[in-house]
């Protein structure tokens, strides 16, 4: 998460372009998406008062809704605000000429505001990767996330929750009984 703040503090002049990045960034992260729904994504796929986002075409071609919390809302609606509202089949997230981001392009924006932070670039996948991680932590259930994610197996999502070991000691410090027992 820190690294996301600090790619954060590099779009910090107001300006549209810094506007967008930092709407992509926490979009990104927010909410699970794979790189190619993100990029699908159009404006009227988007429910900015409720959050949801409509991936029209997941994995296997099955559409989901997935969601923004109230942070990542209100900097795509900031960003909305300076770039004019668009229509509904346009680029939620247009590129600097209008249209929409490729992977590649979306790519080369997240590495080229990682370098300006002083940070190593993370990769498309790893924003998902944090997503689903960061829900984890926060006690969302399996279930539920398998579902924000798009995954048709329990077995897929196991992948992105490989638990770090500081995620295993805190649960120890949090559940071990001989501490308590003392």
């Not at 991936?55 to 919390?69: A, D, M, N, Q, Y």
């Not at 609606?77 to 600097?96: H, M, N, S, V």
Request: glycine content about 10%.
């Amino acid at each position: 998460m820190d690294d996301v703040r600090a790619m954060l503090t590099a779009c910090n002049s107001g300006r549209l372009l810094d506007l967008r990045d930092a709407a992509i960034i926490l979009a990104l992260l927010d909410s699970g998406c794979r790189a190619s729904e993100f990029t699908a994504l159009s404006y009227g796929d988007a429910d900015l008062r409720s959050g949801s986002l409509l991936i029209r075409s997941g994995k296997g071609g099955k559409p989901r809704v997935t969601f923004l919390g109230v942070t990542s809302r209100r900097a795509v609606l900031k960003y909305l605000r300076k770039r004019g509202e668009p229509q509904d089949g346009e680029p939620l997230f247009a590129t600097d000429e209008g249209g929409r981001f490729t992977y590649a392009g979306l790519r080369s924006m997240i590495e080229r505001r990682a370098t300006q932070a002083g940070i190593e670039p993370p990769t498309l996948h790893s924003f998902r990767r944090a997503f689903a991680l960061g829900c984890l932590r926060n006690n969302v259930d399996v279930y539920s996330l398998q579902r924000l994610m798009g995954h048709a197996s329990l077995a897929v999502l196991r992948r992105y929750l490989a638990q770090t070991e500081a995620d295993l000691q805190r649960a120890h410090e949090r559940g071990g009984p001989v501490d308590r027992l003392l």
